[in-house]
């Protein structure tokens, strides 16, 4: 499984109040929920965001509450995976349960910049900067993970199993 797309970057502790504003969680539709995707950091990304496109954050992404709706978002505005320093261990394991692909690599995070084109390798961990030829390591995911990814997140992978 790969990724490649352009780098929209953010900073620490980027919260899930941030991801997904609360006033917005009146609905249950993800499309609906992503058209405010960061909408208070970041006023153009759901206008600019393609399928494909990639988040880089900091330390600590995704903190906050437990509600699956950020990581949902992330995924239905378009973007394939999210590289950060660290993530909030219930975001962790949301993004996997949605199938939505995270991969934590400090060095990538810091040296990306927004607008550089990024490519990832899910199956080696490999993430290259295409912009600046920079190539960088991140633990690949386990083949269940993967699998569960492939799938469209851990329902899914259930009910093609059965």
């Given at each position: 499984?790969?990724?490649?797309?352009?780098?929209?970057?953010?900073?620490?502790?980027?919260?899930?109040?941030?991801?997904i504003?609360?006033?917005?969680?009146?609905?249950?539709?993800?499309?609906?929920?992503?058209?405010?995707?960061?909408?208070?950091?970041?006023?153009?990304?759901?206008?600019?965001?393609?399928?494909?496109?990639?988040?880089?954050?900091?330390?600590?992404?995704?903190?906050?509450?437990?509600r699956?709706?950020?990581?949902?978002?992330?995924?239905?505005?378009?973007?394939?995976?999210?590289?950060?320093?660290?993530?909030?261990?219930?975001?962790?394991?949301?993004?996997?349960?949605?199938?939505?692909?995270?991969?934590?690599?400090?060095?990538?995070?810091?040296?990306?910049?927004?607008?550089?084109?990024?490519?990832?390798?899910?199956?080696?961990?490999?993430?290259?900067d295409?912009?600046?030829?920079?190539?960088?390591?991140?633990?690949?995911?386990?083949?269940?993970?993967?699998?569960?990814?492939?799938?469209?997140?851990?329902?899914?992978?259930?009910?093609?199993?059965?």
């Open positions: 499984m790969q990724a490649k797309g352009t780098v929209f970057k953010y900073g620490d502790n980027v919260d899930t109040d941030v991801i504003p609360a006033r917005y969680l009146n609905t249950q539709d993800a499309k609906e929920l992503a058209m405010h995707t960061m909408e208070d950091i970041d006023a153009d990304y759901v206008k600019k965001v393609k399928p494909g496109d990639i988040m880089v954050g900091g330390w600590n992404f995704g903190c906050g509450s437990s699956e709706h950020a990581p949902l978002v992330i995924k239905t505005s378009g973007a394939s995976v999210v590289i950060a320093k660290s993530f909030a261990r219930i975001f962790y394991r949301n993004a996997i349960n949605i199938g939505l692909p995270i991969m934590e690599c400090e060095e990538a995070a810091d040296a990306i910049q927004a607008g550089d084109t990024v490519s990832v390798n899910f199956d080696t961990g490999r993430i290259t295409e912009t600046t030829g920079q190539t960088f390591q991140a633990a690949p995911f386990p083949e269940f993970i993967q699998n569960m990814i492939k799938a469209g997140g851990l329902m899914n992978s259930i009910k093609e199993k059965q």
